[in-house]
């Protein structure tokens, strides 16, 4: 059965084609109108209010909290200062990426870990002989995410906290309007946004005070649709559809390491010991099989594939989420595994798997579309991630 | 400025010693490192009562290969084999009982229970001692791992398949039959005397959290039958208690210049990028070893000496979920008298065993599944000072008797001072049913439950053989699948107590095969002095 989010009183009122869909057990909307660009104009023009409940939420806490986390992730805990969150994959004892998410220090002896999938017992694992907790708060903790430019000001309107000094991935505790809440400065779009932690008790209330106070802001509930286009130029990774993660593939092959989904920088092999550190360090010596990189569809190659069949240019309406080749002459180097049309970039862009000696910047290749029914080659080139890199989303 | 050494091991365990010794032999500078006083590790002789002394906890030094014996040159640093009881004694009230040992009374006394069975006998136990002997060698070796491509593992496999072969048809069916047979059924193939199928059904159970109608447990009578000439369990009995063997050993380690430091307790083992670098003492002396050899069990080694952060959590996993469930207790008894059985005092002189039928043993273990003490205990009791008079004052004799079912894990309560000496008093008053005499000649008694053997040795659950001997559990998953040879995860660090391959009961294999395959892995290593 499953489960609603804390929002979903107000969620559910406000949809206009019941277009739910599901996510890590919870019915959430695809889009609240029946087409969602509208809702993808309030991340990049004002603000959207995106309800991410669904996500895992770990309270970890105890006098081994940061060790235990810096056993589990590959990014050096030891440096997390307070109120900082972080951005991490994880491993397996192979290196391979079995999930990823953000990390928060709370407290010297508290942190909070989001993830896609559930990790409560990986995180058990690896807490063998420590002194620490475990909880998993995904139902406890509500939490939405306040995307685009307008966000700041919506909550310095209604939340008693120094929003001007929160800087990009850090995190504050606040009171909005006396609800009790911790805002970290995160998001899944690229853009200057927010994240709202309350006790899903108090979620309700929340939304009410966020669409009051964001009213004069544009602020506008958005979908997983909306949400989707904004990742993608944002170039961040959706596990099961950019990579699978180590614990749910069932060949090797179906694997990637941070090196492969262009997360090295999160890998500190030099600090202690954590999981999957020398089958990392091997691979950093060997060099990576396979890059993570962007590719933009040739325009004019895409609209002489239509116009050969009589047809004007057709583009993707939504981010699609399946796998398309990548080709070099005729050869497979790799697959594309999400794209979309960025109405921002006026592109045609994806994120794709590709063979290392195939991924330097600039690389002409070939992406695999669909044009009437048959498969074609438009023409691409290799680009870098992200698509976007906002100036206003770290300032 | 400390001397480094090659190799420092944890313990002084006979497996442990075996180790050291072979490495020592072979040039290297070895460092054993004891918590007690007494070295032997399980296999302690010490003056429990004055004037007695007691096998505190293994009551015989099992089957010792007699090539560490040769190689070590044992005999000359004072072991001295006294004799091989091979006799087995299961009295039957009224001074009767049966006796099972290398002789012709053996026939007449199983005959007078069951003809049938006696004329059955002979080829039960020439078919036991060849399946047996087919088991022996493989514990010869590090067991190959059958999922390897390397060539050596190939030629191993290979050879194991040959031997299995040349068994000969029946007994090559009849082995792989046999391993994962409930003993209970193995044994009413052959015969119809509760007696003799209880006698022999115990060699299934014991050391085991299982009764001898679970699946596997005929593997574990075949293991412990290792060594012998038949279907019989003999003792070798050396002179001044089985804790003799250790100092034996201590003596030939030290001639081959090997130090030794007792009453010294390993706090931990560090590691550094995935080696092993240093032991540190209890005091915090810090001993630096590229080479470690660990006697305790992987349990303990794992998740208590190592930080576990340096393993893979799968690996970790694996270890948390070897099964390793504490069963037996121990009695120790001085004796003002012999017990009177009833019977010539030669009977006594092996193993009396307290096993009348395979529905008893089950009956005993039933009680243990639901976490209680067996009402009627299975045992096994040794009387050393008929064959050493040197343990008890002259006329008085010591009797060491393991107890099972005992569970570690008790329902209700815990393991005190109370249920220890309640356990010991249905334990004589066990006994006293075959032997009257038995309760008005104690002059003192030591009851070891469980806890207390894993307080005292330091074995997780008091579990004597480091993990249950279950299918699941032996040849290359032991201690658990892919790690049965000797090397751990951490480079360096090599285990060598009775939770790997071959397991408790051939003495001191696991450290003999651990020295093995560190001498052939040895590689030219730069001696650091720090």
Redesign the interface.
């Known amino acids: 059965m499953l489960k609603v989010t804390p929002f979903h009183p107000r969620t559910a009122a406000l949809s206009q084609g019941q277009a739910w869909r599901r996510w890590a057990g919870h019915t959430v909307l695809s889009s609240y109108e029946l087409y969602h660009d509208r809702e993808y104009s309030a991340i990049r023009n004002a603000a959207a209010m995106i309800d991410v409940s669904p996500l895992y939420k770990y309270a970890i806490a105890g006098a081994d909290a940061e060790?235990l986390l810096d056993?589990v992730l590959p990014r050096d805990m030891t440096k997390a200062k307070l109120h900082q969150v972080m951005y991490t994959p994880w491993c397996?004892?192979a290196g391979k990426v079995i999930d990823d998410g953000t990390v928060s220090r709370l407290d010297d002896q508290q942190f909070r870990l989001t993830a896609a999938d559930p990790n409560l017992r990986?995180l058990h694992?690896?807490a063998?002989?420590?002194d620490v907790t475990i909880e998993d708060v995904s139902d406890s903790i509500a939490a939405v995410s306040l995307q685009g430019p307008t966000s700041r000001d919506i909550l310095k309107g209604i939340a008693e906290a120094d929003l001007d000094t929160l800087r990009f991935f850090r995190l504050t505790h606040a009171s909005i309007q006396g609800i009790p809440a911790t805002i970290s400065r995160t998001g899944y779009t690229g853009d200057l946004g927010y994240e709202i932690w309350v006790d899903a008790g108090r979620a309700v209330e929340l939304w009410d005070r966020l669409i009051d106070g964001g009213e004069a802001y544009g602020i506008t509930p958005a979908g997983i649709l909306a949400l989707d286009i904004a990742r993608i130029e944002a170039g961040l990774l959706m596990i099961e559809v950019d990579y699978v993660s180590a614990h749910h593939a069932l060949i090797e092959a179906q694997t990637s390491s941070p090196y492969e989904l262009g997360l090295g920088w999160t890998v500190k092999l030099e600090k202690?010991?954590?999981?999957g550190?020398?089958a990392l360090a091997q691979e950093k010596h060997r060099g990576p099989a396979w890059q993570f990189r962007g590719i933009e569809v040739d325009w004019e190659s895409l609209e002489q594939l239509y116009a050969e069949v009589g047809l004007p240019p057709k583009i993707p309406t939504v981010a699609w989420r399946t796998s398309a080749p990548i080709y070099v002459q005729g050869v497979q180097v790799g697959y594309a595994t999400s794209g979309c049309w960025s109405p921002l970039l006026k592109k045609y862009i994806a994120m794709a798997h590709l063979e290392s000696r195939y991924a330097r910047l600039g690389t002409p290749v070939h992406m695999e579309v669909t044009v009437e029914h048959r498969r074609k080659e438009a023409m691409a080139q290799v680009a870098k991630l992200p698509f976007l890199d906002l100036e206003r989303r770290r300032a | 400025m400390s001397r480094a050494y090659d190799a420092v091991v944890i313990g002084a365990g006979v497996g442990e010693l075996v180790a050291a010794n072979y490495l020592a032999r072979a040039g290297q500078r070895v460092l054993v490192l004891e918590d007690h006083d007494v070295l032997g590790g399980v296999h302690v002789t010490e003056e429990a009562f004055p004037g007695f002394r007691v096998d505190t906890c293994a009551s015989d030094i099992g089957f010792l290969n007699p090539q560490i014996i040769q190689d070590l040159d044992l005999s000359t640093h004072g072991l001295e084999v006294l004799s091989v009881e091979s006799g087995v004694f299961a009295p039957v009230g009224n001074g009767d009982g049966l006796l099972l040992r290398d002789g012709a009374d053996t026939m007449a006394s199983i005959a007078r229970l069951s003809p049938a069975d006696a004329s059955r006998w002979m080829p039960f136990s020439e078919r036991i001692a060849r399946l047996a002997g087919f088991l022996w060698s493989l514990y010869c070796e590090a067991p190959p791992l059958p999922t390897s491509k390397d060539r050596k593992d190939l030629f191993a496999l290979l050879g194991i398949g040959r031997r299995l072969r040349g068994l000969g048809k029946v007994d090559m069916l009849e082995f792989l039959r046999t391993v994962p047979m409930p003993v209970a059924d193995l044994l009413d193939d052959w015969f119809e005397s509760d007696v003799l199928k209880g006698c022999l059904g115990a060699a299934g159970v014991s050391h085991l959290f299982q009764g001898p109608k679970s699946a596997g447990t005929a593997f574990v009578m075949l293991h412990h039958h290792v060594g012998q000439p038949g279907a019989l369990r003999s003792r070798t009995v050396v002179r001044g208690g089985v804790g003799s063997l250790a100092s034996a050993l201590a003596r030939a380690f030290g001639a081959s210049g090997g130090e030794l430091r007792s009453e010294t307790g390993v706090d931990r083992i560090l590691?550094r990028a995935?080696r092993v670098s240093a032991v540190v003492m209890q005091g915090g002396e810090e001993i630096p070893a590229s080479r470690v050899v660990c006697g305790a069990d992987p349990k303990r080694t794992f998740?208590?000496l190592v930080?576990?952060?340096?393993l893979?959590?799968?690996?970790?996993?694996r270890v948390?979920h070897i099964k390793l469930q504490g069963v037996a207790a121990k009695v120790n008894l001085a004796l003002s008298e012999l017990p009177d059985f009833g019977c010539s005092e030669t009977n006594l002189r092996g193993t009396i065993s307290i096993a009348p039928s395979l529905d008893y043993l089950e009956r005993a273990y039933d009680a243990s599944k639901y976490g209680r003490i067996s009402d009627q205990p299975y045992l096994e009791a040794v009387i050393p000072s008929l064959v050493d008079p040197s343990l008890a004052p002259s006329g008085k004799h010591v009797m060491s008797v393991w107890m099972q079912y005992a569970p570690y894990r008790l329902q209700e309560g815990e393991w005190g001072p109370e249920t220890r000496e309640a356990l010991g008093d249905r334990v004589i008053d066990t006994l006293a049913q075959y032997a009257p005499n038995l309760p008005a000649a104690i002059m003192d008694r030591q009851v070891l439950s469980p806890r207390d053997i894993e307080s005292r040795f330091g074995f997780t659950e008091g579990h004597f053989y480091q993990g249950d001997l279950t299918l699941d559990q032996v040849l290359f998953m032991r201690p658990v699948p892919g790690w049965s040879r000797y090397a751990t995860p951490i480079e360096g660090l090599y285990l060598a107590g009775p939770g790997t391959h071959p397991g408790g009961g051939p003495t001191g294999m696991s450290g003999y095969l651990a020295a093995r395959q560190m001498l052939k892995q040895r590689r030219r290593q730069p001696r650091s002095t720090v």
Do not use: S
């Not at chain 1, 202690?272 to 999981?275: A, E, K, N, Q």
């Open positions: 060790r056993r397996d004892a990986w694992h690896n063998v002989g420590m202690g010991p954590f999981v550190q020398a | 590691v995935g998740l208590e930080d576990p952060t340096h893979d959590p799968e690996f970790l996993q948390q």
